[in-house]
């Protein structure tokens, strides 16, 4: 069984920045994809960034393009997410997810909010 465990969230004033971080219980080499999602109150939950294991290429939502970045460090098994220029629309939970075959793995989210 996969175990995603997220930290780096906080309380941030606006236009600063924070760092999550996601560490998985094993290689993230056996994922397909790794990826952040957040959730705001009252809505759905959505994709924030991509990071695709095969090709090494990500994806990004445009309500954060050239705001936020996804990395990894696979010595660590870990999944980043820096998230500069923060936005008080930016508050959620974010999520860590892998995608392995056509099993999904979740974290249990790490909240962000971002005060005007």
């Known amino acids: 069984q996969v175990e995603l465990v997220e930290s780096g969230g906080g309380l941030v004033q606006a236009g600063g920045s924070l760092r999550l971080s996601c560490t998985a219980s094993g290689s993230i080499f056996s994922f397909n994809a790794m990826r952040w999602y957040r959730q705001a109150p009252g809505n759905e939950r959505e994709l924030v960034a991509s990071?695709?294991?095969?090709?090494?290429?990500?994806v990004y939502a445009d309500s954060v393009k050239g705001r936020f970045t996804i990395s990894r460090d696979n010595a660590k098994s870990t999944l980043y997410l820096q998230m500069n220029s923060l936005k008080p629309e930016d508050t959620a939970v974010y999520y860590c997810?892998?995608?392995?075959?056509?099993?999904?793995?979740w974290g249990q989210g790490t909240q962000v909010t971002v005060s005007s």
């Open positions: 997810n892998a995608l392995q075959g056509w099993d999904n793995y």
């Open positions: 990071s695709i294991t095969s090709t090494g290429s990500t």
